[in-house]
């Protein structure tokens, strides 16, 4: 790993009015490489990632430290955070049709976004958001621009989303199942652009997916987590000799091109396993 952008330790939150936190005792650092965090529905991979970028109003977020580059995001006024969040760390989230709003050309939402974060003139955001276009490979950037939200496709929507992420040059990226909502070959591609980044701009990017398979061929390491808790980080190339039951059981549980055709198993959980991380 280099050296990190974002280190945090033993992160808990709570959302306000639920008995047990969502999340706790996490730590993790990340430098300039793909991280992946797996886990099932509701085992709190979302939460950590808008604890980073502190969108969580109703939670009440604990850490003994969580500083992305020169910034301690558990103290840092909302003032501050304003000036970090969408400028140097951002996160793209599962559906643009969700994010984009639709009564916007396409194009001027990009443009607006940067120019919220840098002083520039139209015209010079316009530039910049065709050049950007062009970079997320969208073939014909001046006609895109013009178009409303519910004229593109989910994969074409979901590289505007990346464009404007892009347009502040980020150092952290947090996407969040960016690719769920997309087909296999549109996935590929916005899988690629991702990556591309990660590589030519240096980004720290973090991959929340429960697809266990994607995380393996993705990201150079991966967190696996269970009930709101880390139960174990490796290099992704070592995921098949992941220790903790729960991965074993998740392995398990996948389905293999040429495996057998019987039922997959189902994974029988323990109790045992709400104790802390396995590292490997
Ligand atoms: N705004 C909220 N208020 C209260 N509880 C919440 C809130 N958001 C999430 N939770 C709870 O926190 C836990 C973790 O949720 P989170 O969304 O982080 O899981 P996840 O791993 O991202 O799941 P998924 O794969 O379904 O997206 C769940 O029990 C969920 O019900
Ligand atoms: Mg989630």
Redesign the pocket.
Known sequence: MTDPILDIENLSVR?RG?TEP?VRGVSFSLGRERLGIV?????????VGRAILRLLD?AEITADRMQFEDVDLLNASERQMLKVRGRRMSMILQDPKFSLNPIQRCGDQVAEAFRTHVRASKAEARAKVIEMLNAVQIRDPERVYQLYPHEVSGGMGQRIMIAMMLLTDPDLVIAD?PTSALDVTVRLQVLNILDRLVHEHGIGLIM?S?DLNLVRNFCDRVII?YA?RVVETLAASDLDNAQHPYSRGLLAAQPRIGGSRGPLPVLERDDSWMQPEVRS
């Open positions: 959302y639920a969502a886990g099932e529905s509701g085992s709190g991979k979302s939460t109703s199942e929340i429960h987590m709101g």
